[in-house]
């Protein structure tokens, strides 16, 4: 019984910790993609939309080197894609913190399954898929 | 239109789309792809791109409330998350060989079926004596608490779940859309989980199998940043402030409304998707 309540706290610890680093990640890049939009629109704010026609984003928005090359140059786009692609990390990073809390919990066979999940994603962002 | 009064519209527009998903359960990202394709004539590829984003923005938001709480099924997710990002990355892959008008066809199919399935009665299931070996292998049984203490709950089905949680995986990374209707179906109907955890879970999958796909989008350019902007925040701040009203709106009148609308929005999406218009 007893060694059932230290494993049910110590669930609810990590589960605890993966709340607040969700939350803390949507805060974080929702604050990025203010900046970067209020960067933006001052000074484009003026000009026409063109979203009509696909043509894809234009170069070095596409690719992680590219968007901090931006940031470094203040360019309000690339402040904003910064903080989008933060909030695409952030349930990527929740997957990482689980594999670091089932190991905790000696819980091996999620450990496999979420570093599955891990590998399936990083696959995903290997680059090869994007045609 | 300015870009910059474009993107006050836009904010209003995803601030409405974000606070009635939020008040109705049906999500905010449903309503964001014809908001733009029909609305703005922003092109489909763009718009799904922009989805995916606040899709992942609104799921992180409020999974970390219920994650806290203890209602969802943190196991159970991460092993669905194996089917469900399989078919995201497998759906992202197939949208480069479809023609938009189709995509635009089956987003029309998938949202009639996401307002329908709102409608479902939520009636729990009796505990049955058929126990599932690999549920019970796979350590997906668990509790969730409530007033009267933990609730005792068990998984069946489980390769039935999975598959159908692939296919709910290929219309995320497809449409660009958390297909949070598909998941809860998979999760209520097949595994016969209580529909309070089934909707925590589904909402805690939904910002990975967002992400999964979302890798690939950003490469393709599909992520635009002067629409993810707004949408996102609008998105957002329209979920966070109908978090607030649920426990004072009457809902009920306010979902049919809503579920009539997206009807509306979907049959005009495969309206302009027959007729190559998107």
């Known amino acids: 019984m007893k060694k059932l309540f230290s494993t049910y706290f110590r669930d609810k610890d990590i589960q605890q910790l993966i709340g607040k680093q969700l939350r803390l990640g949507v805060i974080l890049s929702s604050a990025i993609v203010l900046v970067g939009g209020i960067i933006y629109l001052v000074r484009h704010g003026h000009e026409q939309p063109s979203y009509g026609s696909f043509t894809g984003v234009r170069e070095g928005l596409n690719n992680l080197p590219g968007i901090w090359q931006g940031v470094l140059e203040n360019k309000g786009m690339n402040i904003i894609q910064l903080g989008v692609v933060l909030l695409i990390a952030t349930p990527i990073i929740r997957i990482a913190f689980s594999v670091i809390a089932f190991l905790l919990e000696r819980d091996y066979l999620y450990v496999v399954l979420t570093l599955v999940v891990l590998g399936i994603i990083m696959f995903s962002m290997s680059g090869g898929l994007a045609g | 239109m300015t870009i910059l009064f474009f993107t006050l519209i836009l904010l209003c527009g995803a601030f409405t789309a974000g606070l009635l998903g ?123 608490p409530s007033a009267d203490g933990a609730v005792n709950y068990q998984v069946h089905r489980v390769p039935g779940g999975y598959f159908m949680m692939t296919f709910a995986g290929v219309m995320s990374g497809l449409l660009g859309i958390g297909s949070g209707a598909l998941k809860v179906l998979a999760m209520d109907n097949i595994m016969r989980i209580p529909f309070k955890v089934s909707t925590t879970t589904s909402n805690f999958m939904i910002g990975v199998t967002a992400a999964a796909s979302a890798v690939v989008y950003l490469q393709r350019g599909y992520i635009s940043p002067g629409l993810c902007m707004p949408v996102v925040l609008g998105v957002l701040a329209g979920a966070f402030a109908g978090s607030r009203l649920l426990t004072r709106a009457n809902v009920k009148w306010l979902r049919i409304v809503f579920s009539v609308v997206i009807g509306f929005l979907a049959l005009q999406m495969i309206y302009n998707g027959i007729t190559g218009k998107l």
């Open chain 2, 22 to 144: 939020s008040l109705t359960g049906l999500g905010g990202g449903v309503v964001i792809i014809p908001l733009l394709t029909l609305g703005f004539h922003v092109d489909i590829r763009y718009a799904i791109g922009t989805a995916l984003v606040a899709s992942i923005a609104t799921s992180s938001g409020s999974a970390s409330a219920y994650v806290k709480e203890g209602i969802t099924n943190i196991r159970l997710g991460m092993f669905l998350e194996i089917a469900t990002t399989t078919g995201a990355v497998a759906g992202a892959l197939i949208a480069v060989y479809m023609p938009t008008n189709v995509v635009a066809i089956i987003f029309g199919l998938v949202l009639i079926f996401s307002s329908l399935v709102s409608f479902q009665k939520k009636t729990p299931y009796a505990e049955d004596s058929a126990k599932s070996k690999l549920a019970a292998q796979l350590r997906l049984n668990s509790s969730y």
